[in-house]
């Protein structure tokens, strides 16, 4: 739907198997090597995991793609088989005749042994290639280890390359599985992309589709890589769903709010904040009205808190503090504030000229977005946003639901800021 309006020659992040896509970190070429080892070697297991999405299967069609000519390869997708399916599929995939109607795994066996040792005679190797491994029974794992003692003097007949997810692993070091197990001669493990790798990631997908434009600026690759814990997969959906959003938006590039919603639309709602978040207070804040979403900075009435109300992220640790809506009667207001005075107090070895630079780099981590340092406001309207200052009290702010930098006075006159990040009726959370 989006091609046109970007100038895509293709979608470019499509969720199919492409290797044209696969970009190619160090993790992934190592996982590559291990699969040419096993490849040119001369029998047993080669092991490759990864969780879902990490792009096993990807590596693999790169494989298959250099494949030497003289390598013949059975690959088989869907192993919740039987040993007998597993022994029949083996032989439609190498082009091995067997009795018609046969399901004597006898016979199936000398059917494949014949045709390996005519392969190995004509110089031809023969590698097992198996998908989705984790989902193999006992029984045909232990025939699979059988497989592999058909040889020669010189030379195993068969190689076969396991696939699978992390369960794969844990499978194989079962006392029951150690005798298969002692015939991995190598295995690797598919990790998760990096923050930068995930930037480049989106690059090299963009580019291979036909664009150069800078669709997802860099500021958003942070986001990104936290959305998504780095799987390509989670990346490509996000992504897919974002550029989507963008053009029915009418956008040139991806910005904060359209990512955001996108990951509501992969993830559902659950992602779109955390629970308790209450978005709104002092100096800058970001909400979303009609579609659109801007960078408010909104001042705090000093008449509901007196008191400083430290940064408790400064220390490493968010603390929740008695707020509750402004009280009519004076000596509960007294009361409260004075059990702020007695709760909080700002943290011991940083100084208050640093209030600001903190309260806005935290205000931006908790939009997911990465502060670059200076004003906040001005990073915000390269990502779409905007900045307002207002004044009120805690009911306009819980009116605005959104992060807030607020400032703050003490009863000595000294002032600071602080982004607060939770308010309910009874307590408030400020970082």
């Given amino acids: 739907m989006y091609l046109n309006f970007f100038g895509f020659a293709e979608a470019p992040f499509s969720i199919a198997p492409d290797p044209r896509y696969l970009y190619m970190t160090r993790s992934h070429q190592e996982a590559l090597a291990h699969l040419l080892y096993g490849v040119n ?7 490759l995991t990864g969780e879902v999405g990490a792009g096993k299967t990807t590596v693999c069609r790169c494989l298959l793609e250099q494949i030497p000519e003289t390598c013949d390869v059975a690959y088989i997708f869907n192993p919740r088989l039987t040993v007998e399916e597993l022994l029949s599929t083996i032989c439609a995939e190498l082009g091995i005749t067997y009795p018609a109607g046969n399901t004597s795994i006898k016979v199936f066996v000398d059917c494949i042994n014949a045709h390996l040792l005519d392969a190995n005679a004509r110089g031809r190797h023969t590698v097992l290639i198996i998908d989705e491994a984790q989902n193999l029974s006992a029984d045909v794992l232990e025939q699979m280890r059988l497989l592999t003692n058909l040889e020669t003097n010189q030379r195993k007949l068969l190689q076969i390359i396991l696939l699978g997810q992390p369960e794969l692993a844990q499978m ?17 493990h598919l990790g998760p992309l990096s923050k930068p790798e995930v930037a480049a990631y989106v690059r090299h997908r963009l580019e291979v589709a036909g664009s150069e434009r800078q669709l997802f600026p860099e500021a958003l690759m942070g986001r990104l890589y936290r959305l998504s814990k780095g799987v390509p997969r989670v990346i490509n959906v996000i992504c897919d769903r974002a550029l989507l959003g963008a053009y029915v938006q009418g956008k040139e590039r991806v910005d904060a709010a359209t ?33 659109a979403m801007a960078l408010v900075a909104y001042q705090r009435d000093q008449s509901s808190i007196s008191q400083p109300a430290a940064s408790a992220a400064l220390s490493g640790k968010a603390r929740a503090l008695p707020a509750g809506a402004a009280a009519a009667n004076p000596s509960r207001a007294a009361e409260r504030d ?10 011991a070895g940083v100084p208050r000229t640093r209030s600001r630079e903190l309260a806005q780099a935290a205000l931006v981590r908790a939009w997911g977005l990465d502060y670059g340092g200076g004003d906040v406001c001005r990073q915000a309207e390269g990502l779409g946003l905007r900045c307002r200052t207002a004044r009120g009290g805690l009911a306009e702010l819980r009116e605005l639901n959104r992060p807030a930098l607020i400032s703050l006075r003490d009863e000595q006159g000294a ?10 009726d009874k307590s408030a959370t400020l970082v």
């Fill in 41 to 47: 070697g001369d029998g047993g297991f080669v092991l």
């Fill in 172 to 188: 194989l070091e079962r006392p029951a599985m150690r005798q298969l197990a002692q015939r991995i001669v190598a295995r690797y």
């Fill in 259 to 291: 990512l955001a919603q996108a990951a509501r639309e992969v993830f559902g709602q659950k992602t779109a904040r955390p629970r308790g978040l209450l978005r709104a207070l002092t100096a800058t804040l970001i909400v979303t009205a009609g579609g």
């Fill in 338 to 347: 004075a059990a702020l005075a007695a709760t909080v107090a700002w943290p």
């Fill in 415 to 424: 002032e600071w800021q602080a982004t607060l990040t939770g308010l309910d």
